[in-house]
């Protein structure tokens, strides 16, 4: 049985106070242990019991899958505010990989209203979506915009709701995170994170281990 942890998160987005004027999930400095007292027990939280949101199942911004061509990100959330080499990086983890695991030097990083895209060749993946006023996802039925509360993720992702995290996120300070699986059989090492802040969806991440 695997038991949520966020410790494995101090690894990931590193680097990017000094390349980017982005808010990113970097350098969590701390989490707190996820219990719930139940019956006098500790319940701890189950991975297999999460909630699960299937790529298949996203469209950014209502129009776009999580993977799309050069146009069709200028298309819908126009030119991006920086661009960064992948290489001048500190992150361990990649959307595009090759073969043989080693990444391609050219590849780049856009950054557009807070969110980041991994970028290789004429592909483009999305890493982390910040939910703005103009930017929000359609998953199923549901929209998840920045006007979200945590109500509502109560009524969506109830299992991951009653294990929220509070964590301290290196440029948005003390947040508070839910977890979700990406895929139905547990065969990912990955999960999706989304981040709360002020009552109100800040964020969303796709997370994976090194």
């Known amino acids: 049985m695997k038991f949520f942890t966020l410790v494995l998160l101090t690894i990931f987005f590193s680097c990017h106070k000094n390349i980017s004027n982005t808010k990113t999930a970097s350098n969590i400095e701390s989490t707190k242990n996820n219990r719930t007292e139940k019956k006098g027990e500790i319940e701890l939280y189950d991975i297999n019991k999460a909630e699960v949101m299937l790529e298949e199942d996203l469209s950014f911004n209502g129009i776009l899958g999580r993977f799309f061509k050069i146009n069709e990100f200028e298309n819908v959330f126009g030119k991006p505010d920086s661009i960064v080499l992948v290489s001048k990086t500190e992150l361990c983890s ?43 996802i359609k998953f199923k039925n549901i929209i998840l915009n920045s006007e979200t509360t945590k109500e509502d993720l109560k009524k969506y992702f109830p299992y991951a709701m009653k294990h929220i995290e509070n964590i301290d996120v290196q440029n948005d300070g003390e947040m508070e995170v839910i977890q979700l699986r990406e895929d139905k059989q547990n065969k990912s090492e990955g999960h999706i994170l989304l981040f709360i802040k002020y009552n109100k969806l800040q964020y969303m991440h796709w997370w994976f281990p090194c």
């Open 94 to 136: 990649y959307i595009f990989e090759n073969e043989d695991g080693s990444k391609d030097l050219k590849d780049k990083f856009f950054y557009k209203d807070g969110s980041r895209f991994e970028n290789s060749k004429n592909e483009i993946a999305v890493d982390e979506f910040r939910f703005t006023k103009n930017n929000f």
